[in-house]
């Protein structure tokens, strides 16, 4: 069955490291996208990606960046993580036809200490 | 900056009851809307989604939109304990691109 993965689930770095957050999905989907939530923020869009070597900032992509070098992944990375970027990560994917209908990955929780 | 407001709740009801919950947007050329619902700890779902004016119905669900006065609602008929979630709003941007609300808790009592 297709599906879309993320990993880790659970992440626990410091101040100043690089992290990187994988997402995977075998839907064969052009579309994908990296959110955040937070409490009383709902779901916030870091970056997203409409093809292979597409890339495109969201609401909050201040430092995170992405790269899309194949249709299945499109890895997030923290280039010095804060501790105002300890969040709940999740990674979603659509097709064309119907780009609304996001496909979420399960989450990755990240604490920054 | 294109907004999406939802009454964050918790609304409580009875098992059984109507839940209505209601979001509002601001962007007047928005065209699509969406409903996902998420249970805690886990991943948001694509449970409706409407386009046009007046009210769209599927099974439990009716999705209600009203373009003139900007607001968007969901409403669960015979609610169950088991639609106890976090009901998020979403407005499709003009590059396709989903605008969330930061989701209304329902709690659905036995």
């Known amino acids: 069955d297709a599906e879309i993965t993320q990993s880790p689930r659970h992440k626990i770095t410091e101040t100043g490291r690089q992290v990187t957050l994988a997402c995977h999905q075998t839907?064969?989907?052009?579309?994908m996208f990296w959110y955040r939530q937070d409490l009383g923020h709902g779901l916030r869009l870091i970056h997203y990606s409409y093809g292979v070597q597409d890339t495109n900032k969201g609401e909050v992509s201040d430092g995170y960046s992405v790269s899309r070098s194949n249709t299945e992944d499109l890895p997030l990375t923290l280039e010095s993580a804060a501790s105002s970027q300890t969040s709940v990560y999740f990674c979603a994917s659509s097709n064309i036809r119907a780009p609304y209908e996001q496909y979420f990955g399960p989450g990755t929780r990240l604490t920054v200490t | 900056q294109k907004e999406v407001e939802q009454n964050s709740g918790p609304l409580s009801v009875p098992e059984g009851a109507i839940a209505s919950l209601n979001c509002t947007y601001s962007?007047?050329?928005?065209?699509?809307f969406f409903w996902y619902r998420q249970y805690s700890g886990k991943s948001p779902e694509l449970i409706m989604f409407i386009y046009s004016n007046g009210d769209k119905e599927d099974g439990r669900f009716t999705a209600q939109l009203n373009k003139a006065s900007q607001y968007v609602s969901l409403l669960i008929r015979d609610s169950q304990p088991s639609d106890s979630a976090t009901y998020l709003c979403?407005?499709?941007?003009?590059?396709?691109?989903?605008?969330f609300g930061s989701g209304t808790r329902l709690l659905v009592r036995p």
């Open positions: 962007d007047r050329g928005s065209q699509s």
């Open positions: 979403a407005v499709m941007d003009s590059s396709y691109k989903l605008i």
């Open positions: 839907w064969n989907h052009n579309n």
